[in-house]
T-cell receptor, first 114, second 111 residues
Framework: EAGVTQFPSHSVIEKGQTVTLRCDPISGHDNLYWYRRVMGKEIKFLLHFVKESKQDESGMPNNRFLAERTGGTYSTLKVQPAELEDSGVYFC????????????FGPGTRLTVL | QKEVEQNSGPLSVPEGAIASLNCTYSDRVSQSFFWYRQYSGKSPELIMSIYSNGDKEDGRFTAQLNKASQYVSLLIRDSQPSDSATYLCAALNQAGTALIFGKGTTLSVSS
């Protein structure tokens, strides 16, 4: 069974540019999560989808971040316009319908904003 | 602000020893706890989940949960150099969706 995949693995952009990150969850997983790790800090929750619906976006830092999950399969996270403080590693995780909400992480996208 | 605290380490143990990793959490409502292992530049890998007070064993790993003390630990028996990694403790939030992570403890096992 394929794990969570993310694309790209690395992205280097200039401040003010737009970047779109993609996540493909484990097949059959309805739950999809985005997290971010800023250098020196812990991994922090951004938002949660159940199928195509946003269940919790309380962790989204501001309106420069837009997440979508059309059709309830893969998800994209767009940052527009990017700022220096957006640099970090963006992780996607997916989970099935287990009552314990186990989450399985992808390899992450390392975003550097110059 | 709900938090999960871990000693950042590094924790150094010789090969074959028991490594003990500890974690405390602030939200008494948290019900589920997880340990992830992360090698440098790789994704966090789920290695243990625990939901009830007491011990849960899986191979060389034992997770321990004490909800009264708000304390979670991970024991690694017969530590191997391949266990050298950062270990992340996480608690599920009150809504049962988002994971709240600690900063991680770096473990180094010397041969």
């Amino acid at each position: 069974e394929a794990g969570v995949t993310q694309f790209p693995s690395h992205s280097v952009i200039e401040k003010g540019q737009t970047v779109t990150l993609r996540c493909d969850p484990i097949s059959g997983h309805d739950n999809l999560y985005w997290y971010r790790r800023v250098m020196g800090k812990e991994i922090k929750f951004l938002l949660h989808f159940v199928k195509e619906s946003k269940q919790d976006e309380s962790g989204m830092p501001n309106n420069r971040f837009l997440a979508e999950r059309t059709g309830g399969t893969y998800s994209t996270l767009k940052v527009q316009p990017a700022e220096l403080e957006d640099s970090g590693v963006y992780f996607c995780a997916s989970g099935g319908t287990s009552r314990y909400n186990e989450q399985f992480f992808g390899p992450g996208t390392r975003l550097t904003v110059l | 602000q709900k938090e999960v605290e871990q000693n950042s380490g590094p924790l150094s143990v010789p090969e074959g020893a028991i490594a003990s990793l500890n974690c405390t959490y602030s939200d008494r409502v948290s019900q589920s706890f997880f340990w992830y292992r992360q090698y440098s530049g790789k994704s966090p890998e789920l290695i243990m989940s625990i939901y009830s007070n007491g011990d849960k064993e899986d191979g060389r790993f034992t997770a321990q949960l004490n909800k009264a003390s708000q304390y979670v630990s991970l024991l690694i028996r017969d530590s191997q150099p391949s266990d050298s990694a950062t270990y992340l403790c996480a608690a599920l939030n009150q809504a049962g969706t988002a994971l709240i992570f600690g900063k991680g403890t770096t473990l180094s096992v010397s041969s």
